[in-house]
């Protein structure tokens, strides 16, 4: 091989190992007219809480024809959320914080447990859990560093996915189909579900189960390979069942268990040439072989709470499994490359890419918790978790009529199995020094533990079967004093920490053995009120957040690996104005503006002081309308219409030579149904109806050898327009 040649070979393996893979509020939940959240782990009024919470209701995600994270996340402000084609390929961030390698910055929960890794190889910060809706009660979406009460990887914030619990005391059953067209996709769509609830004794034993099926037809082509029509189709299913056991009005116990599935044909990216023109017919890709994604995912949770009367006894116990298999066509990173590997004697081809992820991950947490409503509230709490993750990697060599090429087949085989352990105590308290004052604060410690291994062998990668481990202890706190005006208005400060776990590092030479935790800090002031007797609300935010030790991907001498380095801030406000000038009628605004930048130079990802950070638009914001309306004879209608949109986006800090920017997107959505005696919806709903061009993300994708070869887009999903059917007695 050739010097240059050693050099490509030599940083393959810390390439696979580290390279990211290609509200509305909602009065649901509520008590009196209420949004109830338990966004600190106690059931409390959402204007209540000291905290910007966004709150989407499951009902509202249906009304409005949405079926994954990116559907909604324009009306919730501050939140940005783009995927590759298909649900749980997606990213999220939050008030600017955007994962620069491959593990999350903002939390997944369901219901009481966070789900997804926190491990650093496990790619959280890239396959996201993506629950379809059916059996969402409502998400709440927590801004800001949220380490005090759920602990790591929630540096910018947290999404807590909370399902509709069993009512010991009527059956009922619900079940719907569904329908819908994309613009220049491969036929029709269709959704089905069903869900039941059942007392089994009256106040005292009730089970709930619910199934869902949905079809979603591709749109995008390949120009390279005829047979790779409409690539992008997929399907989900998804099943639930629950069981609440009350026996004693002081004892609850819920057992849940959830299967959620994915398969997909291949992903909805565009591809364009260096100058922004799209390649074939403005909708397709240039791959080569199908890039398919497969999800899996099975979760089991038991939660036991007993009120003793002076506090009320929680203990939250859950187990995962998931597993994700990805292919992608690296041909252009790697294939490209067998000239120059092999002195001309091979000519490109093509290498197939497989990424097989798994996660078996379980928690325990236990928490004593005063009543409500008391002059001092205090909730006190341990948690452990216990994770095995496995990273598998496989590049496989063909020339361009897809025979194995020998010489050069595997590329690399690369295997990143790790664990992970942590252990966390905390306790958040409040008091109330008067009617007007209170204080807010709270402190957690955690301790995680690693292993790791690094398993590789190939054509031009070292055989290896080296161990790593790390350790490190973590202090993260949040104070917060608030004003309450009267019962309906509140003005509060928050300072509160946040944590992402570092760990083991890449084994190769000149590269630190270990990756530290990167830090937030989050300075915030916000308003919540309820004003004229409930015709406006307010709840407006705003925020600084220091960002430390931020984790990079940087090059030792050639050699690819993890490392900290770098300072960023990000500031601005977001907020919700709501105005009900008529029964059945409001009129939403949500918004956001967010400066998120490095604050120091940061040579190890290319970056200058004051660099936008990527996958952030500057500004965001939507509006809605929705009314509500008696028709008559136990019959009601509804409609609504909403616009959202998001300024342009990088996809690498601003001075990346292989930065690239985002179209700006304006979307026009619209919905309506009709309910017939309470039992019987006929719904219908138009997104992006308008056919906005816009992009989701836009990326410069590279060769081996890190020189531009064409760009990757994330679109805005064509104009999809859908009727449905629902039922429920």
Same mark, same amino acid.
């Given at each position: 091989?050739?010097?240059?040649?050693?050099?490509?070979?030599?940083?393959?393996?810390?390439?696979?190992?580290?390279?990211?893979?290609?509200?509305?509020?909602?009065?649901?939940?509520?008590?009196?007219?209420?949004?109830?959240?338990?966004?600190?782990?106690?059931?409390?009024?959402?204007?209540?809480?000291?905290?910007?919470?966004?709150?989407?209701?499951?009902?509202?995600?249906?009304?409005?024809?949405?079926?994954?994270?990116?559907?909604?996340?324009?009306?919730?402000?501050?939140?940005?959320?783009?995927?590759?084609?298909?649900?749980?390929?997606?990213?999220?961030?939050? @008030?600017?914080?955007?994962?620069?390698?491959?593990?999350?910055?903002?939390?997944?929960?369901?219901?009481?447990?966070?789900?997804?890794?926190?491990?650093?190889?496990?790619?959280?910060?890239?396959?996201?859990?993506?629950?379809?809706?059916?059996?969402?009660?409502?998400?709440?979406?927590?801004?800001?560093?949220?380490?005090?009460?759920?602990?790591?990887?929630?540096?910018?914030?947290?999404?807590?996915?909370?399902?509709?619990?069993?009512?010991? @005391?009527?059956?009922?059953?619900?079940?719907?189909?569904?329908?819908?067209?994309?613009?220049?996709?491969?036929?029709?769509?269709?959704?089905?579900?069903?869900?039941?609830?059942?007392?089994?004794?009256?106040?005292?034993?009730?089970?709930?189960?619910?199934?869902?099926?949905?079809?979603?037809?591709?749109?995008?082509?390949?120009?390279?390979?005829?047979?790779?029509?409409?690539?992008?189709?997929?399907?989900?299913?998804?099943?639930?069942?629950?069981?609440?056991?009350?026996?004693?009005?002081?004892?609850?116990?819920?057992?849940?268990?959830?299967?959620?599935?994915?398969?997909?044909?291949?992903?909805?990216?565009?591809?364009?040439?260096?100058?922004?023109?799209?390649?074939?017919?403005?909708?397709?890709?240039?791959?080569?072989?199908?890039?398919?994604?497969?999800?899996?995912?099975?979760?089991?949770?038991?939660?036991?709470?007993?009120?003793?009367?002076?506090?009320?006894?929680?203990?939250?116990?859950?187990?995962?499994?998931?597993?994700?298999?990805?292919?992608?066509?690296?041909?252009?990173?790697?294939?490209?490359?067998?000239?120059?590997?092999?002195?001309?004697?091979?000519?490109?081809?093509?290498?197939?890419?497989?990424?097989?992820?798994?996660?078996?991950?379980?928690?325990?947490?236990?928490?004593?918790?005063?009543?409500?409503?008391? @002059?001092?509230?205090?909730?006190?709490?341990?948690?452990?978790?216990?994770?095995?993750?496995?990273?598998?990697?496989?590049?496989?060599?063909?020339?361009?009529?897809?025979?194995?090429?020998?010489?050069?087949?595997?590329?690399?085989?690369?295997?990143?199995?790790?664990?992970?352990?942590?252990?966390?105590?905390?306790?958040?308290?409040?008091?109330?020094?008067?009617?007007?004052?209170?204080?807010?604060?709270?402190?957690?410690?955690?301790?995680?533990?690693?292993?790791?291994?690094?398993?590789?062998?190939?054509?031009?990668?070292?055989?290896?079967?080296?161990?790593?481990?790390?350790?490190?202890?973590?202090?993260?706190?949040?104070?917060?004093?608030?004003?309450?005006?009267?019962?309906?208005?509140?003005?509060?400060? @928050?300072?509160?920490?946040?944590?992402?776990?570092?760990?083991?590092?890449?084994?190769?030479?000149?590269?630190?053995?270990?990756?530290?935790?990167?830090?937030?800090?989050?300075?915030?002031?916000?308003?919540?009120?309820?004003?004229?007797?409930?015709?406006?609300?307010?709840?407006?935010?705003?925020?600084?957040?220091?960002?430390?030790?931020?984790?990079?991907?940087?090059?030792?001498?050639?050699?690819?690996?993890?490392?900290?380095?770098?300072?960023?801030?990000?500031?601005?406000?977001?907020?919700?104005?709501?105005?009900?000038?008529?029964?059945?009628?409001?009129?939403?605004?949500?918004?956001?503006?967010?400066?998120?930048?490095?604050?120091?130079?940061?040579?190890?990802?290319?970056?200058?002081?004051?660099?936008?950070?990527?996958?952030?638009?500057?500004?965001?914001?939507?509006?809605?309308?929705?009314?509500?309306?008696?028709?008559?004879?136990?019959?009601?209608?509804?409609?609504?219409?909403?616009?959202?949109?998001?300024?342009?986006?990088?996809?690498?800090?601003?001075?990346?030579?292989?930065?690239?920017?985002?179209?700006?997107?304006?979307?026009?959505?619209?919905?309506?149904?009709?309910?017939?005696?309470?039992?019987?919806?006929?719904?219908?709903?138009?997104?992006?109806?308008?056919?906005?061009?816009?992009?989701?993300?836009?990326?410069?994708?590279?060769?081996?050898?890190?020189?531009?070869?064409?760009?990757?887009?994330?679109?805005?999903?064509?104009?999809?327009?859908?009727?449905?059917?629902?039922?429920?007695?």
């Amino acid at each position: 091989m050739t010097k240059r040649a050693l050099l490509v070979a030599s940083s393959l393996i810390a390439a696979l190992a580290a390279a990211p893979a290609l509200a509305q509020e909602s009065t649901i939940g509520t008590r009196e007219g209420e949004i109830v959240v338990t966004a600190q782990k106690r059931v409390q009024n959402v204007q209540d809480v000291p905290i910007a919470i966004s709150v989407v209701g499951g009902e509202d995600i249906q009304e409005q024809g949405s079926a994954s994270l990116v559907d909604y996340a324009g009306y919730v402000p501050g939140m940005q959320a783009s995927n590759t084609g298909t649900p749980g390929q997606t990213t999220i961030t939050l @008030r600017g914080v955007a994962p620069l390698n491959g593990s999350q910055t903002v939390g997944i929960y369901l219901d009481d447990a966070p789900v997804g890794s926190s491990a650093i190889y496990n790619r959280a910060g890239q396959f996201t859990i993506d629950l379809m809706p059916y059996d969402i009660q409502r998400i709440e979406v927590l801004k800001g560093p949220q380490g005090t009460l759920y602990g790591a990887s929630s540096i910018g914030g947290l999404v807590k996915y909370v399902t509709v619990q069993p009512d010991t @005391r009527e059956f009922r059953v619900k079940a719907g189909a569904e329908g819908f067209a994309i613009k220049g996709g491969d036929g029709l769509g269709w959704g089905a579900q069903t869900m039941v609830n059942v007392p089994i004794v009256e106040d005292r034993l009730a089970i709930s189960a619910s199934f869902a099926w949905r079809s979603t037809p591709g749109w995008v082509d390949s120009v390279n390979n005829a047979d790779l029509d409409d690539q992008n189709s997929y399907e989900q299913r998804g099943g639930r069942v629950a069981l609440l056991w009350e026996p004693t009005p002081q004892l609850s116990v819920k057992l849940a268990g959830i299967w959620q599935s994915l398969d997909s044909d291949g992903n909805g990216l565009y591809a364009a040439d260096l100058d922004g023109n799209r390649l074939g017919d403005g909708r397709s890709f240039n791959n080569y072989v199908p890039e398919s994604y497969d999800f899996d995912l099975d979760y089991y949770s038991a939660t036991i709470d007993y009120d003793f009367g002076p506090a009320t006894l929680t203990s939250a116990t859950t187990y995962s499994k998931t597993k994700s298999a990805q292919v992608q066509d690296a041909s252009y990173a790697f294939g490209v490359l067998f000239p120059l590997l092999t002195g001309g004697a091979i000519g490109p081809g093509i290498t197939p890419f497989a990424l097989d992820l798994g996660l078996k991950k379980w928690t325990q947490e236990v928490r004593l918790a005063s009543p409500g409503g008391g @002059r001092f509230e205090w909730l006190i709490g341990g948690f452990y978790t216990d994770e095995t993750t496995s990273n598998a990697q496989l590049v496989r060599s063909y020339d361009m009529d897809g025979n194995v090429i020998a010489p050069l087949d595997p590329l690399a085989i690369v295997g990143l199995p790790a664990t992970y352990k942590e252990y966390a105590v905390f306790g958040n308290g409040s008091f109330k020094f008067n009617e007007m004052f209170e204080l807010t604060a709270g402190l957690r410690w955690a301790r995680n533990e690693q292993t790791f291994r690094q398993i590789s062998e190939g054509a031009i990668v070292p055989s290896a079967n080296d161990p790593g481990k790390s350790a490190e202890s973590v202090w993260t706190f949040s104070v917060s004093p608030q004003v309450h005006f009267n019962d309906h208005a509140m003005l509060y400060g @928050r300072v509160a920490t946040g944590y992402r776990p570092g760990g083991p590092n890449v084994i190769v030479p000149n590269v630190p053995p270990s990756v530290d935790a990167d830090r937030m800090t989050n300075y915030e002031v916000g308003f919540k009120g309820d004003l004229a007797d409930g015709m406006v609300s307010f709840d407006v935010a705003g925020f600084w957040m220091d960002w430390t030790d931020i984790q990079v991907t940087r090059a030792f001498g050639g050699v690819s690996g993890g490392a900290n380095g770098g300072k960023a801030t990000s500031n601005g406000f977001e907020g919700t104005v709501a105005l009900r000038p008529a029964t059945g009628l409001t009129l939403t605004a949500t918004g956001s503006y967010t400066d998120a930048s490095l604050s120091e130079d940061v040579p190890e990802i290319s970056g200058v002081d004051g660099d936008r950070l990527p996958a952030v638009p500057r500004f965001s914001g939507a509006l809605r309308a929705d009314y509500e309306f008696e028709l008559g004879g136990g019959s009601k209608g509804s409609f609504g219409a909403g616009v959202r949109h998001a300024s342009s986006r990088l996809s690498l800090v601003e001075s990346d030579p292989l930065v690239a920017r985002a179209r700006p997107y304006t979307s026009v959505d619209l919905n309506a149904s009709v309910t017939f005696n309470d039992h019987w919806t006929v719904r219908a709903y138009a997104r992006n109806l308008l056919d906005n061009k816009g992009e989701l993300a836009r990326t410069t994708l590279a060769d081996g050898l890190n020189q531009p070869s064409f760009l990757a887009i994330s679109p805005l999903q064509p104009r999809t327009v859908g009727v449905a059917l629902d039922m429920a007695f």
